[in-house]
């Protein structure tokens, strides 16, 4: 796959079936030759009529927010990567810092994951990030690439080609305070580079690598045009269609 640039909206858990259903038609009507790919992140009960409205527009897909690893089993209120895919669901978001925090999820686990997703014929997008303490300690750089190295670099070349990166520091997410364009850069373009030293500097200018954390309207310009992000990944301000419609159209 080669680099493209993504919007991507992470709902969390927010909208009832009707709610949800109301706010990817919104955005399905209000997207109009963009530059950018749509990727909405429902809930997993809306996949399946998510995935249906947005069905014969290419520039709008649907992600869910996370898998099991396992193809199936006694695995109560789980949802397989086969379950996703049949839904029509093309994207899943691999450990994002509060399934890391919340449910424990690991590097070994989320390495697990995106296995599990890439087998399936999804596209992971795999988030990384440095809690505000280890900004603090300057170790931020090395605590991300090791999130890349565990989690991702044991893929082959032709599977870490189809993995989406995103980079959401976890003192950005939901707190309103945004990394600014320079440090979501500054990282990205490290990461780039890690990922020029494993596969290759093809390999790494073809990856899209996403910026998320407190994105809004009023910044999503400025974080775009940094040269090593290739987009972002959305929560709060997804949530509505005309602040999410206006980050859409920030590319
Ligand atoms: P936020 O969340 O935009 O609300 O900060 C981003 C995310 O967690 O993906």
Aim: glycine share 10%.
């Amino acid at each position: 796959m080669s680099r493209q640039l993504i919007a991507a909206g992470n709902w969390k858990m927010n909208k009832n079936y009707s709610d949800g259903l109301q706010l990817v038609k919104e955005i399905k009507n209000g997207t109009k030759d963009g530059k950018a790919k749509v990727v909405l992140a429902t809930p997993a009960i809306h996949l399946k009529e998510a995935a249906a409205i947005v069905a014969d527009d290419d520039a709008i897909s649907i992600a869910a927010q996370n898998c099991h690893q396992a193809t199936s089993g006694a695995y109560t209120g789980e949802i397989s990567v086969e379950m996703i895919q049949s839904t029509g669901a093309e994207y899943v978001i691999i450990g994002h810092s509060e399934r890391r925090a919340y449910f424990n999820e690991d590097d070994a686990l989320l390495a697990a994951k995106t296995n599990a997703v890439l087998a399936g014929g999804l596209t992971p997008i795999f988030c990384c990030g440095e809690s505000l303490e280890i900004r603090e300690s300057g170790e931020h750089i090395a605590f991300v690439g090791e999130q890349l190295e565990n989690g991702l670099f044991h893929l082959s070349p032709e599977d870490f080609d189809k993995v989406v990166i995103a980079y959401e520091p976890i003192w950005a997410i939901g707190t309103g305070v945004t990394a600014s364009p320079a440090q979501a850069q500054e990282m990205q373009h490290e990461l780039r580079k890690l990922i020029a030293n494993k596969y290759g500097a093809e390999a790494a200018d073809a990856t899209t690598i996403l910026y998320g954390g407190s994105v809004k309207p009023a910044n999503a310009k400025e974080l775009f045009s940094q040269p090593d992000v290739d987009g972002g990944l959305v929560g709060g301000a997804s949530l509505k269609a005309d602040g999410f419609l206006e980050i859409i159209n920030s590319f």
